[in-house]
């Protein structure tokens, strides 16, 4: 039997329960010194100098500055904007001064609280909204990173016009494991660097201009969790413990704390969107106007392909004949924002699914009504002008509400036995993620896959790490498949750079997608390597290997090949945005305490479009805690900046997220729509679960209270405010 579409338990399961799985703060090479970070106190400042206290024992120390840079001061990206280090100028609160190694991490803490920044205060530009254009400059001559505009059909005179606003802030990742990175010297100079991170071939690329050369390999430690929060930041410790390194001569060890993690690294970028619709009295979408402006902080990093995502989505699954987006993403004096989960979706979604929620109210109808009303279908044309086929909203739509009807209702206890007084609401949303990079990335980046025998048994080479999704489980699923052979004579190479050729980095809901079609592509590669090798016309593996008398290793690899169907102008922004799309519905069930304003969360329901569920099992988790993170976006998660524009609640008693005791029972349908251009039909799963959940808990609270919010999060305290509004 095919172990494609079977719950095949994960290959890193047990490592991870049994505690061997090595993660970056388990492994200490020999004489290993310890980093650690010294941050700007302000948000925008001349630095005039750093200032050691006398009065501490500075032996055993090592003090590393921009001045040590061996080549460009630049952590690269997409842009050379951000240094390794502060130069001359700080442009947010918490950017990194300087570094200090120490025989003990205490050590290394206890020196850099002993450095002072002494900087001459410079006026700080901390709201977005005001940023475009502002006489205080901080990036280009406009502080705009990105601007896009996408037109089409014209203008409606006559109708309904329904206009609101819809405002998202941050978003902390919070991965179960802090950022951390080990650099260790080579004996041909270059360096190996170990650590917690997405993206390995990222790193090379983003130290190069700094070291001024490539001789470095990257490895990929057991990583707990990334949420895009360990795509880009990780070059940026990494550029630190190579500095540590280059002057200490040892390795160094860089572990971030809770609370530094949380100040000083990338995040969802809040936003403001704004709706204009024109409508008929029957609900039919004429005319979508739709504006965002997105906070990127400080600088470049992943900005503009978020900004680029958010619009592309701000349509949402709705055939409308006449639509005019915008959007403009700019530079502020906050830490820089970069990739999360979802990458710029779900602040789209929530804006569109809370304006669908407005007509609804304004014309008086159902919201599932309105949607019904607008869904797209196949054949119909989206903004960027690409045909929609496989559309699956109707389809998700329906298997939520059957299994959210079906489900049974049984009493719900409330904290306190029931005596606070709550309303009881349900929600529902809808909504689509494209699937891989926009348009033309793939054929850009080319990702590669390799595979090699090992007696029997085969073993992936690949760049795409596992950070918590399954990867080491799915691909030996799609190898072992299309081999005809047992997924335990399939295993995964370690993830590093020397050794795995650039499978692209792992985002984007394109790893399964998009590099398991490549691997299946392999698996074809080293089938037909045999073929020609033996001169056996069959395509049985095991065969193919007893007919095999050649002892030279064999390797295969194969690469993504643009099959040209899709056509896309990256400067326009017309054509095929995306190789396939997922649709979803989220069904939410809550009580709402009238004294508190605290949202009790009983039932969540979802339909899920995946393609091809290689593991059903590991779609499952990733549907299930992909819905948690983003019900915590909804009601618990709030970023509390401070006027330098510092996160003052960097501690997990004041930043809350959902634990097991607040998440609810999960209803979980998995939706198959094949992508013929995925490994047998399967679309991305990873981030389409964030889109969904948060506006239709808003649509619950109003069905419950009749509050409206529009904002996230929808707080206690602002539901509270809701309430003594609307009484």
Known sequence: MSPVGTGVPRADGPAKVTG???????????????????????????????????????????????????????VFLMTEDQPALADGLVRHVEEPVALVAAETRDRALAAAKHIRVILEDLPALLDAEIAENHEIKIYGDDNVFKRITIDKGGQVENGIVIEGEYRVQHQEQLYIEPQGMISVPREDGGLTLLGSMQCPFYIVKALAPMLGHKRMNVVQATTGGGFGGKEEYPSMLAAHAALLTLKTGKPVKMIYRRDEDLRATTKRHPSVIKIRSVVGEDGT???????????????????????????????????????????????????????????GA??????????????????????????????????????????LTDTGAQVVLDQALEAAEAAVRTPHKHPGGGIGRYARGRGVALVFHGCGFTGNGEAAIKGKVGLELEGRCVRILTASTDIGQGVETTFPQIAAAELGISVDRVSNAPHD???????????????????????????????????AETGLDTNDFDDLLMARTNTIPLRVQAEYVDSGKFIWDNDTYQGDAYPAYGWSCSIVDLDVDLDTGEVLYRRFVSATDVGKAINPVIVEGQIEGGSIQALGYATYEEVVLDDQGRMINDRLTNYIIPTTLDSPEMITRIVEIPYTGGPFGAKGIGEIPMDGPAPAVAQAIEQATGVVLDILPMTPERVLAGLEIST
């Open 20 to 74: 061997d799985a090595l993660y970056v703060d388990d492994i200490r090479p020999t004489g290993c010194l310890y980093g650690a970070t010294v941050r700007s106190p302000r948000a925008h400042g001349k630095i005039l100098g750093l200032e050691r206290d006398p009065n501490f024992d500075w032996n055993g120390i090592t003090v590393v500055t921009a001045e040590d840079i061996p080549h460009q001061n630049v």
């Open 285 to 343: 979408l004429l005319q979508w106007d739709a504006s965002i402006i997105m906070d990127g902080g400080a600088y470049n990093t992943l900005t503009p392909v978020v900004l680029s995502r958010a619009i592309l989505h701000l349509t949402g699954p709705y055939r409308c004949a006449n639509q005019h987006l915008s959007g403009v993403a700019v530079a502020t004096h906050t830490p820089p924002n970069g990739a999360f989960r979802g990458f």
């Open 346 to 387: 779900p602040q789209a979604m929530f804006a569109v699914e809370r304006h669908m929620d407005r007509i609804a109210r304004h014309l008086d109808m159902d919201p599932v009504a309105i949607r019904q009303h607008n869904l797209v279908v196949d054949g119909d044309i989206s903004v960027t002008g690409q045909v």
């Open 497 to 531: 750079t020397a050794n795995v050729p650039d499978s692209g980095p792992t985002v984007a809901s394109r790893t399964c997608m998009v590099v398991g079609g490549v691997l299946q592509e392999a698996a074809k590669k080293l089938r037909s390597a045999l073929q």
